[in-house]
T-cell receptor, first 116, second 115 residues
């Protein structure tokens, strides 16, 4: 069974600084996808960034980047130049194209607070 | 604008009553999903559907039922058999290309409270 673990329930960062959120996962499958979702106070889930397991290059989206370590099954999110609008819950998620269900497995989330 | 709508935003139910949560999408997606979110936990899959008139149980389907009579609609009924229904419910949809990555788009959610 797939599991996703986020070991940091809460984190804070000063505005304009950099913060890294951790995520580890467990799977026996060789091809899969990993995601970071953001859930602001409005509770709308927003996709931040995605990584395909067969790609060695780490994904980057503007101020957001990941450190994907496939052998270690680690998928951390780095937010650079933190902004007040980054305050939200962040969920790491996993999906496999081999399970047939195409459903996401989520971690328990990290609550990030950006301090002015 | 294309997107997913869920209604109502807040819903209150008395114990022993069934209640139905609405989910509609105009993205022309084949697949739709229902997730439940509890404090301190990630989202958990209740039901999913890849095509009209077909749906499958997710990890926590007990006490819930769904229907998929139209491509655009995937209502979720929380029955009286669900022992702890108070939670935040999220609906999502995606295109359905098997074997490929399919991004899921989420609705704004419904907060259900049992009184």
């Amino acid at each position: 069974a797939q599991t996703v673990t986020q070991s940091q329930p809460e984190m804070s960062v000063q505005e304009a600084e950099t913060v890294t959120l951790s995520c580890t996962y467990d799977t026996s499958e060789s091809n899969y996808y990993l995601f970071w979702y953001k859930q602001p106070p409005s509770r709308q889930m927003i996709l931040v960034i995605r990584q395909e397991a067969y790609k060695q290059q780490n994904a980057t989206e503007n101020r957001f980047s990941v450190n994907f370590q496939k052998a270690a099954k680690s998928f951390s999110l780095k937010i650079s130049d933190s902004q007040l609008g980054d305050t939200a819950m962040y969920f790491c998620a996993f999906i496999s194209d081999q399970t047939g269900a195409n459903n996401l497995f989520f971690g328990t989330g990290t609550r990030l607070t950006v301090i002015p | 604008d294309g997107g997913i709508t869920q209604s109502p935003k807040y819903l209150f139910r008395k114990e022993g009553q069934n209640v139905t949560l609405s989910c509609e999408q105009n993205l022309n997606h084949d697949a739709m999903y229902w997730y439940r979110q509890d404090p301190g936990q990630g989202l958990r899959l209740i039901y999913y559907s890849h095509i009209v008139n077909d749906f499958q149980k997710g990890d926590i389907a007990e006490g819930y039922s769904v229907s998929r009579e139209k491509k655009e609609s995937f209502p979720l009924t929380v029955t009286s058999a669900q022992k702890n229904p108070t939670a935040f419910y999220l609906c999502a949809s995606s295109i359905d290309l098997r074997g490929y990555y399919n991004e899921q788009f989420f609705g704004p959610g419904t907060r259900l409270t049992v009184l």
